[in-house]
Protein backbone atom coordinates (compact mmCIF):
# COMPACT_ATOMS: atom_id res chain seq x y z
CA UNK A 1 0.00 0.00 0.00
CA UNK A 2 1.46 3.52 -1.01
CA UNK A 3 0.01 6.38 1.17
CA UNK A 4 -0.96 9.94 -0.51
CA UNK A 5 2.13 11.15 1.61
CA UNK A 6 4.38 8.19 -0.45
CA UNK A 7 4.80 5.95 2.52
CA UNK A 8 4.52 2.45 1.51
CA UNK A 9 3.28 -0.53 4.25
CA UNK A 10 2.26 -4.48 3.65
CA UNK A 11 -1.19 -4.42 3.28
CA UNK A 12 -3.09 -8.08 4.22
CA UNK A 13 -2.02 -11.22 3.28
CA UNK A 14 -3.33 -12.75 0.47
CA UNK A 15 -3.58 -16.58 -0.75
CA UNK A 16 -0.97 -18.62 -0.97
CA UNK A 17 0.67 -19.39 -4.23
CA UNK A 18 2.70 -17.44 -7.65
CA UNK A 19 0.87 -15.26 -10.02
CA UNK A 20 -2.04 -15.12 -8.38
CA UNK A 21 -3.39 -11.86 -9.71
CA UNK A 22 -2.80 -9.83 -12.71
CA UNK A 23 -4.26 -6.07 -12.23
CA UNK A 24 -6.96 -4.49 -10.39
CA UNK A 25 -9.78 -1.75 -10.32
CA UNK A 26 -11.50 -0.42 -7.81
CA UNK A 27 -15.45 -0.81 -8.18
CA UNK A 28 -18.13 1.73 -7.45
CA UNK A 29 -18.67 -0.37 -3.82
CA UNK A 30 -15.04 1.14 -2.62
CA UNK A 31 -13.22 -2.72 -2.98
CA UNK A 32 -10.46 -3.18 -5.14
CA UNK A 33 -10.92 -5.97 -7.88
CA UNK A 34 -8.25 -8.59 -8.50
CA UNK A 35 -7.99 -9.94 -11.69
CA UNK A 36 -7.51 -13.72 -11.45
CA UNK A 37 -3.99 -15.46 -13.32
CA UNK A 38 -3.29 -18.45 -11.42
CA UNK A 39 -5.73 -17.95 -8.26
CA UNK A 40 -8.87 -19.54 -9.01
CA UNK A 41 -11.00 -17.15 -7.34
CA UNK A 42 -11.83 -13.35 -7.72
CA UNK A 43 -9.41 -11.04 -5.05
CA UNK A 44 -11.19 -8.83 -3.07
CA UNK A 45 -9.48 -6.14 -1.14
CA UNK A 46 -11.52 -3.71 1.39
CA UNK A 47 -9.90 -0.55 1.78
CA UNK A 48 -12.17 0.40 4.48
CA UNK A 49 -11.46 -2.82 6.71
CA UNK A 50 -8.09 -3.43 5.31
CA UNK A 51 -9.06 -7.29 4.55
CA UNK A 52 -8.70 -9.33 1.62
CA UNK A 53 -10.46 -12.16 0.59
CA UNK A 54 -11.54 -14.67 -1.95
CA UNK A 55 -14.31 -13.97 -3.88
CA UNK A 56 -16.31 -16.07 -6.60
CA UNK A 57 -14.79 -18.88 -8.00
CA UNK A 58 -13.83 -18.55 -11.79
CA UNK A 59 -13.04 -21.56 -14.48
CA UNK A 60 -9.92 -22.39 -15.51
CA UNK A 61 -9.08 -20.74 -19.09
CA UNK A 62 -6.79 -22.75 -21.51
CA UNK A 63 -3.88 -23.30 -19.17
CA UNK A 64 -3.52 -23.56 -15.11
CA UNK A 65 -5.91 -20.82 -13.93
CA UNK A 66 -8.71 -18.71 -14.73
CA UNK A 67 -5.52 -16.19 -17.06
CA UNK A 68 -7.42 -13.14 -17.12
CA UNK A 69 -4.62 -10.03 -18.02
CA UNK A 70 -6.52 -7.45 -16.23
CA UNK A 71 -9.99 -5.37 -15.18
CA UNK A 72 -11.77 -2.40 -15.57
CA UNK A 73 -15.03 -0.99 -14.40
CA UNK A 74 -17.64 -0.41 -16.73
CA UNK A 75 -20.24 2.40 -16.83
CA UNK A 76 -22.47 -0.08 -15.67
CA UNK A 77 -20.38 -1.06 -12.12
CA UNK A 78 -19.45 -4.39 -13.65
CA UNK A 79 -16.20 -5.60 -14.08
CA UNK A 80 -14.91 -6.75 -17.25
CA UNK A 81 -11.84 -9.21 -17.14
CA UNK A 82 -9.50 -8.91 -20.22
CA UNK A 83 -8.92 -12.54 -21.16
CA UNK A 84 -5.16 -13.53 -21.67
CA UNK A 85 -5.39 -17.44 -22.05
CA UNK A 86 -9.28 -17.51 -21.68
CA UNK A 87 -11.17 -18.00 -24.56
CA UNK A 88 -14.31 -15.57 -23.23
CA UNK A 89 -14.43 -12.12 -21.45
CA UNK A 90 -15.13 -12.44 -17.54
CA UNK A 91 -17.69 -10.46 -15.86
CA UNK A 92 -17.80 -9.58 -12.42
CA UNK A 93 -20.36 -8.15 -10.49
CA UNK A 94 -18.78 -6.51 -7.35
CA UNK A 95 -22.02 -6.08 -5.30
CA UNK A 96 -23.22 -9.98 -5.36
CA UNK A 97 -19.60 -11.59 -6.01
CA UNK A 98 -21.03 -13.14 -9.00
CA UNK A 99 -18.67 -14.29 -12.04
CA UNK A 100 -19.83 -15.52 -15.43
CA UNK A 101 -18.63 -15.79 -18.55
CA UNK A 102 -18.89 -13.56 -21.40
CA UNK A 103 -18.73 -13.52 -25.40
CA UNK A 104 -15.75 -15.93 -26.98
CA UNK A 105 -13.00 -13.85 -28.43
CA UNK A 106 -11.36 -16.64 -30.65
CA UNK A 107 -8.30 -15.05 -31.14
CA UNK A 108 -6.09 -17.92 -29.29
CA UNK A 109 -3.58 -17.88 -26.50
CA UNK A 110 -2.19 -14.62 -25.10
CA UNK A 111 -4.58 -12.58 -26.76
CA UNK A 112 -4.96 -9.40 -24.85
CA UNK A 113 -3.07 -7.55 -22.03
CA UNK A 114 -5.29 -5.44 -20.41
CA UNK A 115 -8.41 -3.37 -20.95
CA UNK A 116 -9.38 0.04 -21.46
CA UNK A 117 -12.79 1.45 -20.33
CA UNK A 118 -14.29 4.08 -22.96
CA UNK A 119 -16.03 7.26 -22.55
CA UNK A 120 -19.53 5.99 -24.66
CA UNK A 121 -19.34 2.70 -22.31
CA UNK A 122 -17.62 0.16 -24.13
CA UNK A 123 -14.34 -1.38 -23.11
CA UNK A 124 -11.45 -1.78 -25.20
CA UNK A 125 -9.40 -4.94 -25.08
CA UNK A 126 -5.73 -4.35 -25.56
CA UNK A 127 -3.97 -6.47 -28.05
CA UNK A 128 -0.85 -8.40 -27.08
CA UNK A 129 -1.21 -11.58 -29.40
CA UNK A 130 -3.94 -10.70 -30.80
CA UNK A 131 -4.08 -9.19 -34.46
CA UNK A 132 -6.86 -6.56 -33.95
CA UNK A 133 -8.02 -4.59 -30.74
CA UNK A 134 -11.74 -5.67 -29.93
CA UNK A 135 -14.21 -3.54 -28.15
CA UNK A 136 -17.02 -5.26 -25.31
CA UNK A 137 -20.27 -3.85 -25.60
CA UNK A 138 -22.05 -4.22 -22.36
CA UNK A 139 -25.43 -3.18 -23.84
CA UNK A 140 -25.73 -6.20 -26.10
CA UNK A 141 -22.88 -9.00 -24.19
CA UNK A 142 -20.95 -8.96 -27.38
CA UNK A 143 -17.46 -8.13 -29.04
CA UNK A 144 -16.83 -6.22 -31.92
CA UNK A 145 -13.55 -6.42 -33.70
CA UNK A 146 -11.81 -3.71 -34.47
CA UNK A 147 -8.41 -2.57 -36.36
CA UNK A 148 -5.62 -4.22 -36.91
CA UNK A 149 -2.86 -4.35 -34.15
CA UNK A 150 0.35 -6.37 -35.24
CA UNK A 151 -0.08 -8.76 -32.58
CA UNK A 152 3.20 -10.74 -31.73
CA UNK A 153 3.25 -9.58 -28.14
CA UNK A 154 2.39 -5.99 -29.23
CA UNK A 155 0.99 -3.72 -26.41
CA UNK A 156 1.12 -4.46 -22.42
CA UNK A 157 -1.28 -1.77 -21.81
CA UNK A 158 -3.25 1.32 -22.64
CA UNK A 159 -5.17 4.73 -21.57
CA UNK A 160 -7.70 6.82 -22.38
CA UNK A 161 -7.61 9.73 -23.23
CA UNK A 162 -10.69 12.74 -22.57
CA UNK A 163 -10.98 13.17 -25.84
CA UNK A 164 -11.84 9.05 -26.29
CA UNK A 165 -8.45 8.41 -28.49
CA UNK A 166 -6.54 5.77 -26.51
CA UNK A 167 -2.52 5.07 -26.45
CA UNK A 168 -0.89 1.62 -26.43
CA UNK A 169 1.90 1.12 -24.55
CA UNK A 170 4.19 -0.90 -26.78
CA UNK A 171 6.12 -4.04 -25.22
CA UNK A 172 7.21 -5.71 -28.35
CA UNK A 173 6.30 -2.94 -30.97
CA UNK A 174 8.78 -0.67 -31.70
CA UNK A 175 6.08 2.23 -31.31
CA UNK A 176 3.79 3.25 -29.65
CA UNK A 177 0.00 2.19 -30.47
Request: charged letters at 15%; aromatic letters at 10%.
Given at each position: ?????????????????????????????????????????????????????????????????????????????????????????????????????????????????????????????IPYSSTSVML??????????????????????????????????????????
Amino acid sequence: LLDSNGVYSNGPAVSAGSFRFRGGCLADNGKVIFAPLFQENMGIYDIATNTFKLGASVPVGTEIGPDFAGCCKMKNGMILLAPRNHNTVGLYNPYTDVYTEGPAHGKGADAFSGCVPLPDGKVLLIPYSSTSVMLYDYKTNSLITGPSAAGGHAYSGGVALSNGDVVLAPANRPSIG
